[in-house]
């Protein structure tokens, strides 16, 4: 699969319930095609090795609120 505007400007046009959704999905069936958490931490470990700045910068920002969300409140 190429870069695809049309699924990028979808998604971006999302609301965050629809963008999680998707998300949740993607990983979903990316662990069901990879037939399990072997295949799968491959995949992401290679998936890594491609993503640009704008790619790494959202999914750390991402990563932060997650943690954020996982913190107990103190």
């Not at 963008?19 to 069936?29: D, H, K, M, P």
């Not at 990879?34 to 750390?60: M, P, T, V, W, Y």
């Amino acid at each position: 699969m190429k870069n695809d505007p049309i699924l990028s400007a979808a998604f971006a046009g999302s609301d965050e319930r629809d963008q999680a959704g998707f998300i949740n999905e993607l990983a979903r069936e990316l662990f069901v095609v990879c037939k399990g958490r072997n295949g799968f931490e491959q995949q992401i470990c290679g998936l890594s090795k491609h993503l640009d700045a704008d790619g790494i910068s959202f999914i750390e920002q991402l990563m932060g609120f997650i943690e954020l969300r996982r913190k107990p409140i103190e």
